[in-house]
């Protein structure tokens, strides 16, 4: 006797099965290609943000521009308040009339008319590095002093930055 083998069609759950397994792993892998873009969108917009962030706080506010006349026998000038940008402020003398440079001293304060930072001369044409202290956000000024023996008003003209 022979026995014939009779041949089952396949079950439709079998085809569906192995479909459901590849829509599974391609559902997978779709997922983890949009987490990996979210990511990278992230690290991208943080990247950024970081830069922009540095670059503001590293500049300075300013330049603010003055011709300021200052007493004689130790008088003081101050300028307007500004917003700082931070902790470092900086001053451009371009000039220090009737030969009076070094005898000129300018600082930075606060708007008390406190000093900030440590006094420093002033020369035609350089530059002075403060650091006051100041918060991002507060209000500070520029002050320039005459030695007590300097016997005329001296006109310093310059540019300061917050």
């Not at 300013?62 to 007493?71: E, F, M």
């Amino acid at each position: 006797m022979q026995k014939r083998l009779k041949l089952r069609k396949a079950s439709p759950m079998v085809g569906r099965v192995k479909l459901s397994v590849e829509n599974l792993i391609n559902l997978r892998r779709e997922t983890m290609i949009r987490r990996v873009k979210i990511w990278m969108a992230a690290a991208l917009v943080s990247f950024v943000l970081f830069t922009i962030g540095s670059a503001v706080a590293l500049a300075y506010n300013g330049p603010w521009s003055y011709d300021a006349i200052v007493p004689k026998f130790g008088g003081d000038w101050y300028s307007e308040l500004h917003t700082a940008s931070g902790t470092q402020q900086k001053n451009y003398t371009s000039s220090v009339g009737g030969g009076y440079d070094g005898d000129m001293w300018g600082n930075i304060v606060n708007a008390y008319g406190s000093e900030m930072a440590s006094r420093q001369p002033l020369y035609d044409s350089t530059w002075s590095y403060y650091t006051s202290g100041a918060y991002a956000g507060q209000s500070v000024g520029f002050f320039i002093t005459s030695e007590f023996w300097v016997p005329v008003n001296v006109e310093v003209i310059g540019q300061w930055y917050s």
